[in-house]
């Protein structure tokens, strides 16, 4: 198993542009969440699901957002990108509620100038 | 408001010192006590976790000790190593749609040779 998967692994945008974070995983997990981590700020849920077509806002979703088609794929999109949005994002998954350990990604470092 | 509060930012001990980080929670609903390890350019890994019901767990040289009625838990790292050298975080998880991780800020440790 792969474990989580993330693409691409840096990227720059200029201040406007769009794009989106890719996160696959190949452990047939049904929740997946996406985060970001700001250098002394920890990690904040951006956005999660809980399966295929159901997803909800965690606690900084603005300027983004989410699509879950698959169980495998839980893409991330950024919309007009902004300064703020520089970050290095990290996607993660777990098999239910019921098993406790959440599986990381290596992560995506954005840098929007 | 930050749900999750941990110190110190950083930390450094000698080789062969034990490493203490505390965390701090409000939320009574939390019910599962995890620290995470991350080594630079890498996702989060869990290291080590805890249930409410227990006063303590031990894995090798990694101890977590929580205290419910304080609302507290930490982190010792006995015996610590160069390779113990990464960032730390503690976070608690709410029993609710999603179960995602509410993290702390994050304990920088380097242990010095």
């Known amino acids: 198993n792969a474990g989580v998967t993330q693409t691409p692994k840096f990227r720059i945008l200029k201040i406007g542009q769009s794009m989106t974070l890719q996160c696959t995983q190949d452990m047939n997990h049904n929740y997946m969440y996406w985060y970001r981590q700001d250098p002394g700020m920890g990690l904040k849920l951006i956005y999660y699901s809980v399966g295929a077509g159901i997803t909800d806002k965690g606690e900084v979703p603005n300027g983004y957002n989410v699509s879950r088609s698959t169980t495998e794929d839980f893409p991330l999109r950024l919309e007009l990108a902004a300064p703020s949005q520089t970050s290095v994002y990290f996607c993660?998954?777990?098999?239910?509620?019921?098993?406790?350990?959440?599986?990381f990604g290596p992560g995506t470092r954005l840098t929007v100038t | 408001q930050q749900q999750v509060k941990q110190s110190p930012q950083s930390l450094i001990v000698q080789k062969g010192g034990i490493s203490i980080i505390n965390c701090a929670y409000e939320?009574?609903?939390?019910?599962?006590f995890p620290w995470y390890q991350q080594f630079p350019g890498k996702g989060p890994a869990l290291l080590i976790a805890?249930?409410?019901?227990?006063s303590e767990k031990k894995e090798g040289r990694f101890t977590i000790s929580f205290n419910k009625s304080a609302k507290q838990f930490s982190l010792h790292i006995m015996d610590s190593q160069p390779g113990d050298s990464a960032t730390y975080f503690c976070a608690a998880r709410e029993d609710q749609a999603g179960t995602a991780l509410i993290f702390g800020k994050g304990t920088t440790l380097s242990v010095s040779s």
């Open positions: 805890i249930r409410p019901d227990v």
């Open positions: 993660a998954s777990t098999r239910d509620s019921g098993v406790l350990e959440q599986y």
């Open positions: 939320n009574t609903a939390f019910d599962y």
